[in-house]
């Protein structure tokens, strides 16, 4: 039996413009019979920037950098913090300072050992105004990091911060390839890390890795992984095909349908971090009114919106949490579809139908209003449509505008001159930065597009932010689950699953939902298909 450890690597992503990003989970022990050698061949659509973690900066490089490199601690498949680099990690009373304990006799692909100064050097050198990192606002709660000895690091915070490890995120670098010559941009074009691959060549559009025999958590079962850039999806899909990458993600329906019954491929799953919403702006005379609020959640056929507009790629979500997460408050029911309540509650409100045109009025106006939506996004124009079907059912008029994100964002969201968008809100892996954002009342006029305000919510995302205790915390963001549900400042909708194709010669995969890259290191070919590239 062979058996290893295999975490998850943590998602490190913007907010609002949905990016794809997946990842999997690998069980830790495998029959001797798993095949080790082979090729796997990933395709692109951008070349990385560099493969210096210091400096990343697009969506490539971190991908390619989290075979080479490793962090200090990890997440698994819950979300739950997992050792990495460090076997285990304390923290003092007060939440200020933190130690990372390092596992012992995990090397360098140069063969030289880590220890503390390394981890040090690096996050010294992030933070170092010289280095000129564009990471270094992420770690502004850092008041400064010192080894400890050979084997411990130790943070010192400004202050008490309980989702500090998701941001220990950072690939650790080896100090002593800096004390030459080495410069960060040659680095770049050249990185050595304690990874599962080493890095063997860059030419254009191509990078090629290697396995490393000597890695901590036992050498990977690929020989090689080569990421291939190609000048569109398209090209990729068609590389597919022809046998020449291996995996293609964010699959839609057409493709899907093309793949599903062809035995050449594998189709799996995953879902999204972002969850869907329909964001009411509270700030207008109409949605101040939390009942008009609550008549037009009944109204919306989740499981109908689901099925006719989305093929089934989805699962309802009742909050601002991504279900089956540790935020996430299985407690909370979900939404009912309920059209006759929601007449009943807009007749209550003194809305009628006057005139015989099936569209609700009082004292002279129409019930009506305008959903935004991103032009050119497909799934979102077909929800808003049906959607805009399901409101006319009980008396609603609804317009549909779509707009560019530009325009979304800049002309209509940040200044508040909108009534409702279809939206849609990373869930992040730790929730403290996008419940905060999103829904904290001190980011209304920025972040918190809706204008939501609750002394409460605010109280209990306070209190997240700095308990210690995870148990604690879990209480705290499921409160938050429950009492925004209750206020609905938004029809909460769905979290879309995404699908991929990888050819059928590859086994071993279990699809979870962060980034696949970092645990390729588990993926195996069938013996009879090993073929070179």
């Not at 015989?356 to 991103?374: N, P, V």
């Not at 029809?491 to 010669?505: D, E, G, N, P, Q």
Request: charged share 25%.
């Amino acid at each position: 039996m062979h058996c290893r450890f295999s975490p998850v690597h943590l998602l490190r992503r913007g907010i609002l413009i949905p990016i794809l990003a997946v990842s999997f989970l690998f069980p830790g022990c495998r029959e001797e019979q798993s095949p080790y050698g082979g090729t796997l061949v990933l395709p692109t659509l951008d070349e990385p920037d560099g493969l210096n973690p210091l400096f990343y900066l697009d969506t490539v490089s971190p991908n390619i950098g989290s075979l080479i490199f490793n962090t200090l601690v990890n997440i698994d498949e819950q979300l739950e913090y997992v050792p990495e680099l460090a076997e285990s990690w304390q923290v003092s009373e007060d939440g200020r300072t933190w130690d990372f304990f390092l596992r012992e006799g995990v090397k360098f692909h140069d063969g030289e050992e880590l220890d503390a100064e390394d981890v040090a050097f690096t996050y010294q050198s992030m933070l170092d105004p010289a280095t000129e990192s564009p990471l270094a606002p992420m770690y502004s709660i850092l008041g400064g990091v010192e080894a400890i000895g050979s084997l411990q690091v130790r943070f010192h915070l400004k202050e008490a911060y309980s989702p500090f490890l998701n941001i220990l995120i950072l690939e650790i670098i080896p100090a002593h390839l800096f004390t030459g010559s080495t410069t960060p941009e040659a680095f770049a074009r050249n990185p050595v890390g304690t990874g599962p691959f080493r890095f063997a060549s860059w030419d254009e559009g191509r990078v090629v890795l290697s396995a490393n025999p000597d890695y901590f958590e036992g050498r990977p079962y690929l020989d090689r992984v080569i990421v291939e850039q190609y000048p569109d999806q398209s090209r990729a899909w068609s590389a597919l095909m022809r046998g020449e990458v291996d995996v293609v993600t964010d699959l839609d329906l057409e493709d899907y349908r093309v793949l599903e019954n062809d035995p050449r491929f594998r189709i799996y799953d995953f879902l999204e971090v972002f969850y869907h919403t329909l964001l009411f702006n509270l700030r207008d005379p109409l949605f101040s009114n939390p009942e008009l609020r609550r008549s037009v959640d009944l109204a919306v056929d989740r499981a109908d919106l689901i099925g006719e507009a989305l093929n089934g790629w989805a699962v309802e979500t009742t909050g601002p949490f991504r279900p089956g997460t540790w935020p996430y408050n299985p407690d909370v029911p979900e939404s009912s579809y309920d059209p006759a309540q929601a007449s009943r509650i807009l007749a209550g409100l003194g809305w009628r139908d006057t005139d015989g045109d099936l569209i609700l009025e009082r004292g002279g106006e129409e019930l009506a209003f305008t959903i935004l939506a991103d032009r050119g996004d497909l799934l979102k124009e077909a929800a808003a449509r049906r959607i805009k079907w399901q409101l006319f059912q009980v008396g609603i008029r609804v317009e549909v505008e779509l707009l560019s994100p530009a325009e979304l964002f800049e002309e209509r969201l940040f200044p508040g001159d909108f009534q409702a968008v279809l939206l849609q809100f990373n869930a992040g892996v730790d929730p403290d930065k996008f419940t905060r954002l999103f829904w904290h009342s001190e980011n209304i006029g920025s972040s918190n597009l809706g204008g939501y305000g609750n002394s409460e919510v605010d109280g209990l995302i306070e209190a997240g932010r700095t308990s210690l205790d995870f148990e604690e915390r879990k209480r705290l963001y499921r409160r938050i689950h429950a009492l925004i549900a209750r206020d609905r400042p938004a029809v909460f909708l769905y979290a879309r699953k995404i699908f991929f194709a990888t050819s059928a010669k590859l086994d071993g995969i279990n699809a979870a939902p962060e980034l696949f890259y970092q645990s390729i290191k588990d993926w195996h070919i069938k013996e009879s298909q090993k073929e070179r590239r």
